[in-house]
């Protein structure tokens, strides 16, 4: 919360500004789409997408140097495959009897969905022009807190079979079913997850369009990239407690969820100066 704070403080600082008429400031409204990856558990850039809307408020530092912030709205999707997965889960049965629980996929698939709402700023240079006045290159970076809300996660799982090893008897049972124990077939499930928040790095670079004196459309490649630590990734796919359940691939601590994400994509951006 502390972190939120200091965060929406800067940007109403930032916002102030514009109760003076300063030149060149700008108010700009982008939409953006691309593809997404995970850094834990690792995933292609090709496994995910991600479209969002901002709405930034830009203004001048000097020459062809301006400070923004704002709002970004979005969604991501992204898609986290396994195959011939074999895995092992310390339990205790309803005897008080404790065994390792374990179980072999072959395949195992989550699908990871959800909203964020993100506080960008960022700082962009315009540089020259290229072949005209009405076409500029420009570059920006900075940082943007992102909150996470609405995830979901839902997981198949193909050709489970599972069994029960009490070292103790050295005994390895192979059934019954109800019990979760044997060849279970396929299963799906879907869970509802509460993931971290934190602060991103973002990079963007285009050109600029002059339309009119106070009216530009910026065409831009973008990218941006969690600063937290990835951790590890959950090797315990599934788990054992009074039956068998699927877990998310994701690093959890309690009930809440990392995921580290990274992002390229296209922005299309239109603004209007003040």
């Known amino acids: 919360m502390k972190t939120i704070k200091i965060t929406g403080l800067a940007v109403c600082m930032l916002l102030g500004l ?3 008429k300063v030149s060149g400031q700008e108010i700009a409204f982008s939409i953006s789409g691309g593809a997404t990856g995970m850094k834990k558990p690792s995933s292609k850039l090709s496994d995910g997408h991600t479209f969002g809307f901002s709405a ?22 992204v898609t986290k495959k396994i195959g ?8 205790i ?7 390792e629980f374990r179980y072999n996929l072959a395949k195992f698939t989550e699908d990871l969905k959800g909203n964020y709402l993100a506080i960008p700023i960022k700082l962009q240079y ?10 500029r290159l420009y570059a920006a970076v900075g940082v943007k807190y992102q909150l996470f809300f609405k995830a979901t996660s839902k997981r198949s799982l193909e050709a489970i079979e599972t069994s029960g090893y009490y070292p103790q008897w050295d005994a390895e049972l192979f059934n019954p079913t109800w019990a979760g ?3 279970l077939g396929d299963r799906k499930e879907e869970d509802k997850l509460k993931l971290n928040n934190g602060f991103f790095v973002l990079g963007e670079v285009g050109v600029k369009y002059t339309l009119s004196d106070d009216q530009f459309l910026y065409f ?5 990239c969690d600063l937290a630590s990835s951790g590890q990734e959950n090797k315990a796919l599934m788990s054992y407690d009074q039956g068998e359940k699927s877990n998310s691939v994701l690093q959890g601590e309690g009930d809440t969820y990392k995921l580290r994400m990274f992002n390229v994509g296209i922005k299309v951006t239109y603004s209007f100066g003040l």
């Open 18 to 20: 514009s109760t003076a």
């Open 56 to 77: 930034l408020y830009m203004h001048p530092l000097q020459e062809n140097l301006s400070l923004g912030a704002g709002m970004e709205f979005g969604a991501y999707s």
């Open 84 to 91: 011939n997965y074999t895995g092992t889960y310390s339990s």
């Open 93 to 99: 049965d309803t005897q008080g009897d404790p065994f």
């Open 126 to 135: 315009e540089g020259p022009s290229l072949g005209g006045e009405n076409l």
């Open 181 to 183: 124990f044997g060849k």
């Open 220 to 224: 831009g490649i973008y990218g941006d």
